[in-house]
């Protein structure tokens, strides 16, 4: 038995990564980081129907981007493997072995009709629920001649008769007891040999020295049938902890109704992994009860299991859109230019390699649009006029900057103190820019927007005299001149 923690997250492979799901592996992570210990990363994909390779691959990847490491997995092994719940045939058929000699587990031979019918009994109120134990009675000479002649058959567990109530001690929610008597002979090997969720999970979790099993609370019914098997398999049973489920602002289990669910979809929305992170670390956790903001090195140096809330949590976008804006801005001009640099790429604005090419100015323009950006999407949309040759100017600025009396002045007037300026810098700019209203006698408010809606085809624009510095001469010139025929 290991004397640290072992934790586990084992998604299965039958879709995305969903915030849920994301959520629980960030809280087994911080807490494997918080104590030293190890996050095994196990792949469920006992579903065969609905896992695919693609969703397990998908999962990797979201929990990477996420910021997500693991000490062991289907991708870097380790010394618990196979991490494909698919290829550990061998360790279930070993439990099962150990449970037939303890007498723990035992054949049952009655058909789906059989089975259909005395479920039709309990709905009809004639039986007790659950399995009536037909086959654990049957006589063993009787069991043996049946097996032998290959009669199809499942594995059920044999909830021993003397087994009182089951507790479960849970770090979030406390103690639960269920009572044995409702504790049904379950299959744990079904027909086809394949085990059942509840008897693959606990040999997995039992083989890979699970210290604490931190899942969704969706599990806790399960738990009791689980713990019952580690008892037959005389192994330790793991402290449990068994998170509260997300819900949307309508106090309804988190679903597409409410908006993006899976990491990647938020990925492709511009939310930071950090900021999701963060978001979701805290949504059922708390560092003090205030603190909003924890970067993933505080979260793994404090995560605890004592602060998880038996709550359900609601899912607040808002909150998340304003945590972005936090993270974006903390990043810093260097690291938001390579951070929205593919945004750019990708929307055809600029070539691969333009960032090397030329950083000082995409850590100018970072810096511009640093404080007015709340997703990574949105940087797009607000640097395309610093892009292309041509601006499209928006009618309704046109018709109240450019159609106006003065218009055609300023626009003259402007391209005439920046035409020879020496050092094309915001500064100097901005400097004889400055100059115009006083030479021109309008009014400093009237001469920067005709100048900005020349320039960027609308009135609200990153910073006037930095979009001209980005914009560079030749396209600024161009642009103040092709205005002029707008011009009133
Ligand atoms: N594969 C199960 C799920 O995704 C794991 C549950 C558990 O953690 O035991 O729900």
Redesign the pocket.
């Known amino acids: 038995m290991t004397d640290f923690v072992r934790v586990?997250?084992?998604?299965?492979p039958t879709g995305a990564l969903h915030v849920g799901?994301a959520r629980?592996a960030i809280y087994n992570w911080a807490f494997a980081r918080r104590t030293g210990g190890m996050f095994v990363l196990r792949i469920?994909d006992t579903d065969p129907g609905r896992s695919t390779t693609e969703n397990t691959e998908q999962i990797l990847r979201s929990l990477e981007w996420l910021g997500l490491d693991w000490d062991e997995g289907p991708d870097i092994g380790g010394p618990f493997g196979p991490y494909f719940q698919t290829e550990r045939a061998v360790n279930y058929a070993a439990a099962l072995e150990r449970m037939k000699a303890n007498g723990t587990a035992y054949p049952c031979f009655c058909s789906t009709a059989d089975l259909e019918a005395k479920r039709a009994a309990t709905r009809a109120g004639a039986g007790t629920g659950g399995y009536d134990r037909t086959c654990r009675r049957l006589d063993p000479t009787v069991v043996a001649a049946r097996l032998t002649a290959g009669e199809p058959h499942v594995w059920r567990l044999a909830v021993p008769a003397d087994r009182g109530d089951i507790v479960v001690a849970d770090a979030v929610r406390g103690e639960t007891v269920f009572p044995a008597g409702a504790m049904d002979d379950y299959v744990l090997v079904r027909q086809d040999g394949t085990p059942t969720?509840n008897f693959a999970?606990v040999v997995d979790?039992a083989d890979m020295k699970i210290t604490h099993?931190i899942?969704?609370d969706?599990?806790l019914s399960?738990t009791p049938r689980q713990i019952l098997v580690y008892e037959a398999l005389g192994r330790p049973v793991p402290r449990f902890a068994h998170l509260s489920m997300i819900w949307g602002a309508d106090g309804k289990k988190l679903s597409k109704r409410h908006g993006a669910t899976s990491v990647e979809a938020f990925r492709d929305q511009g939310y930071l992994p950090e900021a999701l992170l963060n978001y979701l670390a805290l949504l059922g956790w708390s560092l003090d009860g205030e603190t909003t903001i924890i970067p993933p090195e505080v979260l793994k140096a404090n995560f605890s299991l004592e602060r998880i809330s038996r709550n359900p949590a609601i899912f607040d976008f808002d909150k998340l859109a304003w945590m972005n804006s936090v993270y974006i801005r903390e990043l810093g001009p260097d690291r938001l230019a390579i951070r929205m640099f593919p945004w750019i790429e990708k929307a055809g604005l600029a070539p691969a390699g333009d960032l090397q090419a030329r950083p000082d100015w995409y850590r100018l323009l970072a810096s511009l649009v640093a404080e007015r950006l709340t997703r990574l999407t949105e940087v797009v949309p607000m640097v395309r006029y610093l892009f292309s040759d041509e601006v499209v100017i928006d009618p309704a600025a046109a018709e109240k900057t450019l159609a106006v009396r003065g218009a055609g002045d300023v626009l003259r007037a402007a391209a005439q103190v920046l035409a020879p300026l020496d050092r094309w810098t915001a500064e100097a700019i901005e400097t004889s820019l400055r100059s115009l209203p006083e030479t021109l006698r309008i009014k400093p408010k009237q001469v920067f927007q005709t100048i900005r809606v020349a320039v960027s085809g609308s009135m609200v624009s990153l910073p006037l005299f930095e979009s001209i510095a980005l914009l560079g001469r030749e396209r600024t010139l161009g642009r103040l001149k092709a205005a002029q025929s707008l011009a009133g």
């Open positions: 586990r997250f084992a998604p299965s799901g629980t469920d969720y999970t979790d099993v899942r969704g969706d599990h399960n």
